[in-house]
Each structure stands twice: as C-alpha cells, then as structure tokens.
C-alpha cells in the first residue's frame, strides 16, 4: 500500500463510492425525514415549522432548534390507531415469514434435487413472475378473489363451498397477496444456501446409521440456517412497510403501518407525524437486526 | 481364488486367508456390473476380501474403483450381481443399516458440529447410552491423537488432523468392512507417508478389514496386504503387492505399476526363450506357458538392468549394445535412457551405492546393457 501512492486516490475513491452512496441516497433522506418528525404541521409550503434557513443569521439558527420537539412521538404512544398499526404489520410479518419458509423450503429443497441443467430453468421459473409489473399481478389477484372471480367459480364447481366467501377486504387476501409476491425472495437465498451443501454429508449421515428424515433435521435443516435467515429477513422487513398489497386486497381490519403513513402524509397533510411513524417503524425493524447481529458476531467468535 | 500368495511367498507377514479354501470370505462380490447409462463403470466383477484383511483397489481415475466402494456401501444400486457380508445379500439393505463404514475422500465432517460431535453421530442413531457414547467417542480420540481437539469445529483443524477425525468417526462403530475413499489424497507428501503407517497399525491393533481405493500405487503397495489392479470396470489382477510387481500378468499391470520395459517377441521352439527381439535371441528362466511361434512380451523392470562398457559373457546373460542418450539423477537412483538396435528407447536404474564408479557412464556412451534371464517375465497379453 505504501508504496504506491499513485494508486492511493484513485483506490481511496472507490472504496468510498459505497459510503457517499449510502450517505446521499439513505443518511441525508432519513435526516431530513428525523428532522421533518420533530417540526409541527402548518398551513404552508412546506407544511410544517420551523424551517431551516441562514436568512435570518445565527439566531434564526437557534430559533430553528429551539421550534424542535419530541411531541411527534409522544402523541404517536398516546394514540392506539398507531400502535395497533405497528402491531398489525409486525404480527403480519411474522406470519407471512413463517408461511413463507413453510412453503418456499420445500421448494428450494426440491430444485437442488433434480438435475443441474433443470435447476437453472426452475429458478428461472420461480423469478418469473417478476417479468410483469407488481401492480398488475396484485390486480389479477384481485380479479382472482372477487365475489364471482375464477377462484370461487372454481370452489363452486368442486363443490367444495356452496355459498361463495368472501376474500377480497380480508386478512386471507392480504396474506395471499404477500406470500405470492414474496416467495421468489425467500426462494432464492434458501436455493443458495442449499445448493452449496456437499452431497456427501448427506451420504455421510446415511452411512453412519441415519436414516433421510432424520438426517433432514441434523444435517440439512442446521446447515441451512444462514439462507433461512437471510430469506426471513429479506421478506419480514418489506412485508413490515408494505403498502400496496394490504391498500388493494385487504379492508379495514388490516391496516397495517404503511397505510397509515400515507394516510397521515396525503390525507391528513400531517408531515412531521407520517415522519415521526415511518421513523420509529426504522428503529422497529433496525434494532432486532443490530442485536441479532451482534449475537451472530459473539457466536462465532466463541466457536 | 488363486491361492498363489503365500505358495510363492510373497505376503508380507503370515496372513494369507485367501490361500485358505476353508476360510468364508467376510465380504463376496459376484458378477457385480453398474452402468451409468451407456457408460459401465463396474463390469462383471468378483471379488472376495477376508476378515483382517487389508484390501487395495488401485486403477486410474475412472477405473470404477470408486463406483465399487460406493456400490458396497449403499449409495449406488447394482445393475447386475450382488454382494454378500458375512454370507447376507446387502441389496435390501439401505446404506443406514449397513455394517460397514466409508471415510469420504473429502471427509464429510460435519461443519455445524465440533469433533466430538462428529465422531459421536454414528453412536448416537444407534441409541447408545449417553455414557457409553463419550467413553467410546473419547477412546477413538485418543486412538487418533485428538484428545484435545473435541470441543473444535472442523474449520479450525488442519488437513491431517480433518482426516483424523474422519478416520475415527468411520471407526468408532467398529464397522464389519471399513471403505476408504482416497483418504490421504488431499495430504502432503510426508505427512501421506506418516499416516500409511499409523493406519496400517491402526488396521492390525482393532483387527478389522480395510478396503482402500487409491489411484496411488505405492500407497496401494505400502499399505495393502492384497491388491486389486483394476482397468475399465474389471479387475485385472488380484495379488500380494510384490507378485503384482514381480509377477504382473498384463503389459498393462507391468506398467501400470512402476516402470517396465517390454520387449516383443515370438516364443522359442524351446518354449524357454523369446525370439526376435531387440536383444535376439531372449532367455527366460521358467518355460513359457504359449504356443512356440505366438507373439509374447518380455517385461524386465529398470533396475533389474545393468549396463558396463565391457562386453559381459554372453552364454549367461542377455545382452546388447546400446547409446545412452539421458540421465537423471535422483540421488538414490540414476536412470539411464539407451538407444538400443532400432531406436528403441529402454530404461535402465541404476543405484547410486559405493563409491565414484571407476569409470563413470556419461551421454553418448557406447554401453552393454544386460539382464538375468529370471529378471524377464513373459507376458502373453
């Protein structure tokens, strides 16, 4: 390293190219978002005070914090619509996860089974849906679970209702709607992580006396962990803030955190508690994170 | 069965359990054949391999010597024939409940588990009590030297004790017939040398059959009491390691083990020499089991040649003139390569005892090579 300087700019700038990437595109945004959640609303353009200026000198700047408060935050707690919401979307999450890795294992698990060349084609099959626009398939879902959609025609014929239920504007139909457009990404990182275990640990358990269900749980299941974390996480913290699946299938009972942000946002023009929300829903899903994280660190530092 | 080896002499210590017609082998292979679609890679192959025995497939890659160790322990189904443990058709019985064990080429430890754990997963699925688990599991450790390494996973183990770990989880269910796949293939050299020993030892102190598939001959020879050459799917040759050197019984068992030189030739109407070749008129010691007239080789081993700058008597030996046109010195041994007649090229080694030779062999030397007419043995094919 020393003895090039020559290099050392131009390695120095693209090894900070990420940094001013996240600094740009996540820091300022979420700052001005933090700052946006300790002004008050107002009858303006923007509408909330104070605002930031260097008009009026060193004691516009003073009065510029001074007009800041935490109120955003304490009136978020006060009022159950918000805890409810963040409730709601946590226990939504959690359970499309779980649906998730209930249904996208088997089938991760399954691809790394057939041979190499039929692998590619049904990953690429499991990636397929994202060639049409998200809208349009939560559109055709729509379609799919109206009052006489294909879905309950379909129910009628087999007999299996007699009257037709009702999907749309309910938790079945939010909870359709995530798992369908979630299972490529919990899909892919399992396959990942699979895909790279040694067929011969498995002949291995085999031949010292295990039998496959059961080398399932010892072998498989442990060594799988790292993808199921990953594909967990990957679905659980955008299910969390997810938007247009409950907006389009789900009712009244199902809203979930990000609903109530665009409604504090467009509806009521409340811009520093639509702030205040979509700042604690950040704290929400970053602290689990940070602390799972820091535990995984411990972990393989005493192994 | 051949009951050659210990007729001749050549197992290395009193153990010959195939010389004995009494004795059942602990392992049968009949007519055994897998085919890969088109392609077999194990052809019509038997086989008997006996309690105590320590038994090497040795072939190149490709050979199907693998394919047979995987036969044997499960993870492949026969397309014809069978194989019997202690007299029981294995076919329905799957790889868990086999009594035999394998040592994976790449070891297969278990990365979530520590050595312990590892070597303690054969004993638990038996349902072993937990106390008879870790005295077993602590034996095998300190069998192989790896008392203090139990509580390490296997990412933080060198290669050889890796192996070590391997070896004593294959071990530690006191297996019928215990399958090596290549185990020493990812050591270094040394220390590949260290551990033929320790587990021949190893294979002599638990009494138990060792069945090794190496590519390595000198492993094969090293370790095995028998060996199996194996090319395309068959065996070739079954023996003692020095009568599969001494004695081969294909050009392609003579140089697939070692180096060999072979001289082609027709046999003698006495049916004790080798006509026309390289060296005229060959003379071999024992009577040739061929037609006289039908094409045979000659197959005599680098260091069986000697060669001088004196003519040496020629009613004794076979001799003939020939240029030396290389020399490699390997400290030991020198190999020598001659232009013999023809332009055909032999090889000689020479060992490097005693002191300077009084007249040294150097490039382009006019030299007699020779050989004792026991040195040649005749091959038919």
């Not at chain 1, 974390?229 to 990000?258: K, R, Y």
């Not at chain 1, 409604?263 to 702030?275: G, L």
């Not at chain 2, 492993?219 to 390691?241: C, F, K, S, W, Y």
């Not at chain 2, 082609?264 to 010691?285: C, I, K, P, Y």
Request: proline letters at 7%; hydrophobic letters at 50%.
């Amino acid at each position: 390293m020393n003895g090039q300087p020559k290099h050392s700019f131009l390695a120095k700038l693209v090894v900070r190219i990420p940094y001013a990437w996240l600094i740009a595109f996540f820091l300022v945004p979420f700052l001005i978002v933090f700052k946006i959640s300790l002004s008050q609303t107002a009858i303006a353009q923007p509408p909330y005070t104070p605002v930031f200026g260097l008009a009026s000198g060193w004691h516009g700047v003073s009065n510029f914090f001074a007009a800041l408060s935490l109120d955003n935050y304490g009136f978020l707690g006060s009022d159950p619509l918000y805890v409810l919401s963040y409730a709601k979307s946590l226990e939504i999450a959690a359970f499309s996860t779980l649906f998730l890795l209930v249904i996208g294992y088997p089938i991760a698990y399954a691809i790394t089974r057939v041979p190499r060349r039929l692998q590619a084609v049904l990953v690429l099959l499991v990636m397929l849906p994202f060639w049409t626009s998200f809208l349009i398939r939560i559109y055709a879902w729509m379609n799919i679970l109206q009052h006489d959609g294909p879905l309950n025609q379909l129910l009628l014929a087999l007999h299996i209702v007699r009257e037709p239920p009702t999907w749309l504007s309910t938790n079945t139909a939010v909870y359709i709607g995530i798992v369908y457009s979630y299972l490529p990404f919990m899909v892919l990182p399992l396959y990942a992580t699979l895909e790279k275990l040694d067929e011969s640990l498995f002949e291995a358990a085999a031949d010292l006396g295990c039998p496959r269900w059961k080398t399932f749980w010892l072998v498989t299941w442990p060594l799988s962990a790292p993808g199921v974390l990953a594909g967990a996480l990957l679905c659980f913290i955008p299910i969390v803030g997810e938007f247009v699946i409950p907006d389009l299938l789900g009712g009244s009972q199902t809203a979930m955190i990000g609903q109530t942000i665009w409604t504090e946002f467009f509806a009521n023009k409340d811009w520093p508690t639509a702030s205040a929300v979509a700042v604690v829903l950040v704290f929400l899903l970053v602290t689990p994170i940070v602390a799972f994280q820091h535990q995984a660190m411990r972990g393989a530092q005493r192994d | 069965m051949q009951p050659v080896g210990s007729k001749q002499g050549f197992a290395k210590r009193a153990f010959a359990p195939w010389a004995d017609r009494t004795l059942q082998p602990i392992l049968r292979v009949e007519g055994l054949s897998k085919r890969f679609g088109p392609f077999t890679a194990v052809d019509r192959l038997s086989l008997d391999i006996y309690q105590g025995e320590f038994f090497a497939l040795l072939g190149p890659s490709g050979c199907g010597k693998t394919t047979l160790l995987r036969l044997i322990a499960g993870f492949e189904q026969p397309s014809a024939g069978r194989i019997l443990l202690e007299a029981v058709d294995l076919k329905p019985v799957p790889p868990h409940r086999r009594p035999v064990n394998m040592m994976f080429q790449s070891y297969a430890l278990f990365p979530h588990l520590n050595v312990e754990a590892n070597v303690a997963f054969g004993l638990k699925q038996e349902g072993l009590p937990k106390r008879e688990i870790a005295e077993r599991v602590a034996d095998m450790l300190a069998l192989v030297k790896l008392e203090s390494f139990g509580r390490r996973k296997p990412h933080e183990l060198s290669g050889g004790q890796r192996q070590r770990v391997a070896l004593a989880r294959s071990l530690v269910k006191r297996p019928r017939v215990l399958l090596l796949d290549e185990p020493m293939a990812a050591l270094d050299k040394k220390l590949r040398g260290e551990t033929q020993f320790e587990l021949m030892d190893l294979q002599r102190r638990l009494g138990l059959t060792f069945i090794i598939v190496t590519h390595d001959q000198s492993e094969a020879m090293t370790v095995a009491d028998r060996i199996g050459v194996m090319d395309r799917g068959r065996l070739v040759q079954v023996a003692p390691p020095a009568e599969i050197y001494e004695r081969p019984n294909s050009r392609w068992v003579a140089d697939f083990i070692g180096d060999v030189n072979l001289f082609e030739g027709r046999v003698g109407d006495d049916g004790a020499s080798v006509e026309g070749t390289l060296f005229g008129r060959l003379r071999v010691a024992a009577k040739i089991d061929a037609e006289p007239g039908s094409t045979v080789w000659a197959a005599v081993r680098p260091e069986k040649m000697r060669i001088a700058h004196e003519k040496p008597s020629p009613e004794r030996e076979n001799c003939a003139a020939a240029t030396v046109v290389e020399i490699g010195y390997l400290g030991d041994v020198s190999i020598y390569k001659l232009r013999v007649g023809g332009g055909v090229t032999v090889q000689a080694a020479i060992a490097n005892t005693g002191r300077v030779m009084e007249r040294a062999i150097g490039y382009d030397d006019e030299v007699w090579l020779t050989f004792a007419p026991e040195s040649a043995i005749v091959l038919t094919r």
